[in-house]
């Protein structure tokens, strides 16, 4: 090891050491919420990038990081876009059912209340029963839609992750990446412009969007 890469060595070991101490500090005073969380991820993000940049030392002259901003993707890609008009066309979808179901409910009501008076007991009971169970129906369709939408929007974002997972691979290692970090999982809270490859990310992510689309033709 020449000089140059042992001092990089030992500013690594002293920049983890002040870390822990200041991680320590912190947790002493007890924070909570949302800015511990922060400050949590700010460290491991600080401790990532001094390590890559100090193992790059050892492999290579410049240490190549990319940045990719997922949601990003989902808004400005073909398939980002496709997939939110198909999720907001099913909301839309779901939430008319509900509403026209939940109308017919109101009136049945309003119509129970215009005639309690001139009703028997017995058909009265009756008619509130049939609410009540036209109420816990609705319930139970409102839960129903709302589990079917988380699933499939779910299955329609990981497939675009799975997608643009290949792309990056593929990226990075054509374009010699040391590695490519997703800006909002990573917790990057800062990075320049000039590291962020979501563009032309997106760029040939609709190039193969747009293959698949004429090859399913």
Known sequence: MDAGNFQWVQH??????RLFILLKRMNERSLKGGKMRIFK????????SI???TASSFGA???KIGVVDFQKILEKSDAGKKATAEINKRGKEMEASLKKKGEDIDA????????????SKEMREQKEREIRININDFKTLKNKYMADFKQHEGRL???IQKE???????????????????KREAGVLYSPDT???TDRLIQRYNTVFSKKASNKK
């Open 12 to 17: 690594f070991e002293k920049c983890l050491h």
């Open 41 to 48: 991820i700010a460290v491991v993000t600080m401790v990532f």
């Open 51 to 53: 390590w890559f940049f």
């Open 61 to 63: 002259d410049v240490a």
């Open 108 to 119: 049945t009501k309003k119509k129970l209340e215009r005639e309690a008076l001139v009703m």
């Open 157 to 159: 974002v990981r497939d």
């Open 164 to 182: 643009v997972l290949e792309i990056v691979t593929e990226m990075g290692k054509k374009e010699g990446f040391l590695v490519i970090f997703e």
């Open 195 to 197: 590291i962020d490859i």
